[in-house]
């Protein structure tokens, strides 16, 4: 079976970043989303809350998967750089309509907002709460 890959995307225009499981990125995604649920790290307090959360159930190098989830997480402005000293990473309050292997569906509408077709709800919509 071929494995699914999602290309991330590079918040700084004209940069590109890489090609990689969907498995490994939901699972990184995912943990990156819930740790920004609860705190505001720095870059270092991140990777190495992530690192202690999935070194024992990850098959990868961490801080790389990390990282470049991370930056594809900033490019959706799913989360953001603070402009303090040191910089913090923050939640954005974005609302998650899909996820897709091509990308997000986003909104910043309140949760209970539903794509359309011909007239009925086709895909529920779903709050970073639900992911984490």
């Not at 939901?26 to 690192?51: C, G, K, Q, V, W």
Request: glycine fraction near 6%; charged fraction near 30%.
């Amino acid at each position: 079976m071929r494995t699914e890959l999602i290309q991330t995307l590079h918040p700084q225009a004209g940069k590109a970043n890489k090609k990689i499981s969907l498995e490994k990125y939901n699972f990184i995604r995912d943990h990156l989303l819930s740790i920004l649920a609860r705190l505001e790290p720095t870059h270092t307090e991140l990777m190495e809350e992530l690192y202690q959360r999935v070194k024992d159930n990850f098959d990868g190098g961490v801080q790389w998967y990390g990282e470049t989830v991370k930056l594809d997480l900033e490019a959706w402005n799913l989360i953001a750089r603070t402009q303090t000293k040191p910089e913090r990473y923050i939640l954005k309050k974005t609302v998650i309509h899909e996820c897709t292997a091509d990308g997000y569906i986003l909104s910043d509408k309140p949760v209970g907002l539903e794509k359309m077709v011909d007239g009925k709800s086709s895909i529920p919509t779903i709050g970073l709460v639900d992911l984490l």
